[in-house]
C-alpha cells in the first residue's frame, strides 16, 4: 500500500503545483519553462508508475463500505462519458468549448463511479485522492478562468467520441484481465 501512497502523493502532488499560480511561476523562475515541463513530465511518469504497480501489488485491504450497486450498474456508461471527456480536453472540440475543463469533469467522473462502485481500501485511496485532485483542481482552474480560445471543429468532436467509444469498449473487455473486475457480460 506505501508504493500506491508514493506514487499519488509524487502524481497528484506534481499535478497540484499548476493550480497554485505562484507555485507554478516560482518553479518555472527556478527551473526556466523547458526545464520545468521536464521535470514535471518525469516526475508524473514516475508517479503513475508508482500507481499502477502501487495499486497491483496492494491487498484489497479491509471493504470500508458496502459498493453502490448503481454506481455499479451505471460505471460502464459513465466511463465512456469520461473517456470521451478527456479525449476532448486535447482537442479544439466543441466539447471542450462547451465544458472548458472536459478532462477534469472526465477525470471526476471516472474516480467518483470507480469510488462507489468499489469500497475497498486500495480502490478507495486511488479513486478518493484522484476524484478529490479533479474537484479542487476544477475549481481552481475556473476561479483562474484558466480557459483557451479556439476555433472547435466538428470533426474533432467525431474523433472524441469515436476514440472515447473505442477505448472504453476496449477496457471494459479487458477490465478483468486487467484489474480483476467483470464489469461487462463481454469481458475477457
Known amino acids: ?5 508514493a506514487g499519488l502523493v509524487l502524481f497528484l502532488g506534481v499535478h497540484f ?3 497554485v499560480p505562484a507555485l507554478r511561476d516560482a518553479a518555472v523562475t527556478r527551473l526556466g519553462e523547458q526545464r ?24 484489497r485491504g479491509p471493504q470500508l463500505f458496502a459498493p453502490v450497486i448503481a454506481a455499479r450498474m451505471i ?7 469520461a473517456l470521451i471527456l478527456i479525449a476532448a480536453a ?24 470507480h469510488f462507489l462502485a468499489s469500497g475497498s481500501l486500495r ?3 486511488l479513486f478518493g485522492a484522484f476524484f478529490v485532485w479533479s474537484a479542487l483542481d476544477l475549481v481552481s482552474a ?16 467525431a474523433m472524441s467520441i469515436g476514440g ?22 463481454f469481458s475477457l
Not at 475556473?142 to 468532436?157: E, V
Open 17 to 19: 503545483v499548476p493550480t
Open 142 to 157: 475556473m476561479m483562474r478562468g484558466a480557459t483557451r480560445r479556439f476555433t472547435p471543429h466538428a470533426r474533432y468532436d
Open 90 to 113: 486535447n482537442m479544439p472540440s466543441h466539447i471542450r468549448a462547451t465544458l472548458r475543463h472536459p478532462m477534469l469533469i472526465g477525470v471526476l467522473l471516472w474516480s467518483g463511479v
Open 1 to 5: 500500500m506505501s508504493l500506491l501512497i
Open 123 to 125: 480502490a478507495s485511496l
Open 164 to 185: 472515447g467509444i473505442l477505448l472504453a469498449l476496449l477496457l471494459m473487455a479487458a477490465h478483468r484481465y486487467l484489474f480483476g473486475v467483470r464489469v461487462v457480460a
Open 36 to 59: 520545468y515541463k521536464g521535470a514535471f513530465s518525469v516526475a508524473s511518469g514516475v508517479g503513475l508508475l508508482l500507481i499502477i504497480a502501487g495499486f497491483a501489488l496492494a491487498d
Open 75 to 81: 460505471a460502464p456508461l459513465v466511463v465512456m462519458v
